[in-house]
Nanobody
Framework: QVQLVESGGGLVQPGGSLRLSCAVS????????GVWYRQAPGKQREWVAA???????NYADSVKGRFAISRDTAKNTVYLQMNSLQPEDTAVYSC???????????????WGQGTQVTVSS
């Protein structure tokens, strides 16, 4: 059984930093791609950052230069380092990973449970 476990959310003051983690629980072959999304109250979910198997990354304009997505293949974990946080970054952050369970299996998409990030003084 493959599950994603998110952690690292919390309350932080404007200008502060947090690092979110999205860890795979269970045996897998590889993480092909990882994406972080966020959804603020009353708003639609938006894409925040992505990393693909080759390591290339991409960011929404609203977080470019402040957030960094990375992965640790040995730990089967994808991270989102968030710096210079602002109140408008307040949202529930969710990870979505594209995973191969075995070398021959097809890629499957998994979601984390979401973690709350609140930026407030």
């Amino acid at each position: 059984q493959v599950q994603l476990v998110e952690s690292g959310g919390g309350l932080v003051q404007p200008g502060g930093s947090l690092r979110l983690s999205c860890a795979v629980s269970g045996n897998i072959f590889s993480i092909n791609a990882g994406v972080w999304y966020r959804q603020a109250p009353g708003k639609q979910r938006e894409w925040v950052a992505a990393i693909v198997s080759g390591g290339a990354t991409n960011y929404a304009d609203s977080v470019k230069g402040r957030f960094a997505i990375s992965r640790d293949t040995a730990k089967n974990t994808v991270y989102l380092q968030m710096n210079s946080l602002q109140p408008e970054d307040t949202a529930v952050y969710s990870c979505n990973l594209e995973i191969r369970k075995t070398v021959s299996s097809r890629k499957q998409s998994y979601w984390g449970q979401g973690t709350q990030v609140t930026v407030s003084s």
